[in-house]
């Protein structure tokens, strides 16, 4: 069975790749297609097939995907260039007749009213409408999001952002890549949508907190108008456009928008999703 990962190339895709090998599927079986390949030298030197992908060029993507029997879009990372890039992908599975794409979107995508998730939407839209076999996995944020961050919050001494006491539903990529890797090798998985989160939300005030704990410096978190957060953002060289997007999003949490409880990640993995206190205390003694 020959399993194509496209977005190979970030982190998630990376993770994904350990673990289908770590499941024991053989090397030569796995497909890792993205832009820099160089990046996935290492899987190469293991055995993994590693395909150069440009999702602007079909000729590319459908190379990467013939013979493939099961494929992972991991969402691009682009906004406002998602949609089309989703399709060339989506066209290319329906023309190989894969027997499934499964597909990574976003925690509560038929319901959230976040910016972020419209191109997951017009995404599973065109899924639906597409004919080919696919699952859904609705990814909630990564805990990533805000530790890879921690240089910046020890910096300014603080948290800030549009939150408000609205909780989220983290976990970290590698919990999201092995339910990723569980999906493709479960039989009957068509059709099957699963909202994932981790197993215990927490608020910005508990990021501060476990912020606080982990480096043994005060770190508060300094809730702000939408607006000012956006100007926050461009202050530090976030493009005004993507900083929008991060004010909408938080006010998305303080909604309950990335809130999970179904349990599906856990049951993924069969094991407990990392914690806020386990990621923040690895980032701060990496730092």
Same mark, same amino acid.
């Given at each position: 069975?020959?399993?194509?990962?496209?977005?190979?190339?970030?982190?998630?895709?990376?993770?994904?790749?350990?673990? +289908? %090998?770590?499941? #024991?599927?053989?090397? &030569?079986?796995? *497909?890792?297609?993205? $832009? @820099? =390949?160089?990046?996935? /030298?290492?899987?190469?030197?293991?055995?993994?097939?590693?395909?150069?992908?440009?999702?602007?060029?079909?000729?590319?993507?459908?190379?990467?995907?013939?013979?493939?029997?099961?494929? +992972? %879009?991991?969402? #691009?990372?682009?906004? &406002?260039?998602? *949609?089309?890039?989703? $399709? @060339? =992908?989506?066209?290319? /599975?329906?023309?190989?007749?894969?027997?499934?794409?499964?597909?990574?979107?976003?925690?509560?995508?038929?319901?959230?009213?976040?910016?972020?998730?419209?191109?997951?939407?017009?995404?599973?839209?065109?899924?639906?409408?597409?004919?080919?076999?696919? *699952?859904?996995?609705?990814?909630?944020?990564?805990?990533?999001?805000?530790?890879?961050?921690?240089?910046?919050?020890?910096?300014?001494?603080?948290?800030?952002?549009?939150?408000?006491?609205?909780?989220?539903?983290?976990?970290?990529?590698?919990?999201?890549?092995?339910?990723?890797?569980?999906?493709?090798?479960?039989?009957?998985?068509?059709?099957?949508?699963?909202?994932?989160?981790?197993?215990?939300?927490?608020?910005?005030?508990?990021?501060?907190?476990?912020?606080?704990?982990?480096?043994?410096?005060?770190?508060?978190?300094?809730?702000?108008?939408?607006?000012?957060?956006?100007?926050?953002?461009?202050?530090?060289?976030?493009?005004?456009?993507?900083?929008?997007?991060?004010?909408?999003?938080?006010?998305?949490?303080?909604?309950?928008?990335?809130?999970?409880?179904?349990?599906?990640?856990?049951?993924?993995?069969?094991?407990?999703?990392?914690?806020?206190?386990?990621?923040?205390?690895?980032?701060?003694?990496?730092?």
């Amino acid at each position: 069975m020959s399993i194509v990962v496209t977005g190979a190339t970030g982190q998630l895709g990376r993770h994904v790749l350990e673990a +289908l %090998l770590e499941r #024991g599927v053989p090397a &030569g079986g796995i *497909v890792a297609a993205g $832009r @820099s =390949v160089e990046k996935l /030298a290492g899987f190469a030197d293991r055995g993994v097939q590693v395909k150069h992908v440009d999702y602007a060029d079909a000729a590319s993507v459908a190379a990467a995907l013939k013979g493939a029997r099961r494929v +992972l %879009l991991i969402s #691009g990372s682009e906004v &406002g260039q998602r *949609v089309e890039q989703h $399709r @060339s =992908v989506i066209e290319a /599975a329906k023309a190989e007749g894969v027997d499934l794409l499964a597909y990574t979107s976003i925690a509560n995508a038929d319901t959230t009213g976040m910016l972020l998730a419209d191109e997951h939407k017009a995404t599973e839209d065109m899924l639906r409408e597409s004919g080919v076999p696919f *699952v859904l996995l609705r990814n909630g944020w990564y805990l990533e999001n805000y530790t890879e961050q921690l240089q910046g919050t020890l910096a300014q001494g603080a948290l800030a952002g549009s939150a408000g006491d609205g909780k989220v539903s983290g976990a970290a990529r590698v919990d999201y890549a092995h339910a990723a890797a569980a999906v493709l090798l479960a039989d009957d998985q068509a059709g099957k949508v699963y909202e994932l989160g981790g197993d215990d939300a927490f608020s910005m005030a508990d990021l501060a907190a476990e912020t606080s704990a982990a480096t043994g410096k005060d770190i508060s978190y300094k809730n702000l108008p939408a607006e000012e957060y956006v100007g926050v953002l461009t202050g530090v060289g976030v493009p005004e456009a993507f900083a929008e997007i991060l004010a909408d999003s938080d006010l998305g949490i303080a909604r309950g928008d990335l809130l999970v409880s179904t349990g599906d990640l856990r049951r993924l993995i069969g094991r407990p999703t990392t914690s806020l206190g386990q990621a923040v205390r690895a980032a701060a003694a990496s730092a």
